[in-house]
C-alpha cells in the first residue's frame, strides 16, 4: 500500500509547487521529509513469507532511514507539503 500513499503525496507536492514541480524536486522533497523506521525486532509475523529466491526466512538488512523493509521510510504527507512552503 505505500505507492498510492507515496503517489498521493506526489500529487499534493506538485499541486503545491506548479511548474517548479520536477520528478527529482519531488523525489528529493518526500525522501527528505519521510518518517526514518527501523528494521522491525520480530518478523516473526511474517514467517510464513518466504523469500521467493531461495525459500529463506524473510531478514531485514540496513539500518533507521535506509533498509530492506521499509526502504526510505514512511511517508509524511504533512511534512511535505510544508517543506513546499518553505522553499
Do not use: E
Amino acid at each position: 500500500m505505500a505507492s498510492p500513499h507515496v503517489a498521493g503525496v506526489a500529487a499534493l507536492i506538485v499541486s503545491q509547487l506548479g511548474s517548479a514541480a520536477t520528478p527529482g524536486a519531488v523525489q528529493a522533497i518526500i525522501r527528505r521529509t519521510a518518517d526514518a523506521m527501523a528494521c522491525p525486532t520480530d518478523t516473526s509475523l511474517y514467517a510464513f513469507f518466504p523469500a521467493i529466491d531461495n525459500g529463506a526466512p524473510q531478514t531485514c538488512q540496513g539500518g533507521i532511514g535506509s533498509n530492506s523493509w521499509y526502504g526510505a521510510g514512511q511517508v509524511n504527507a504533512l511534512k511535505a507539503v510544508l517543506a513546499t512552503t518553505a522553499r
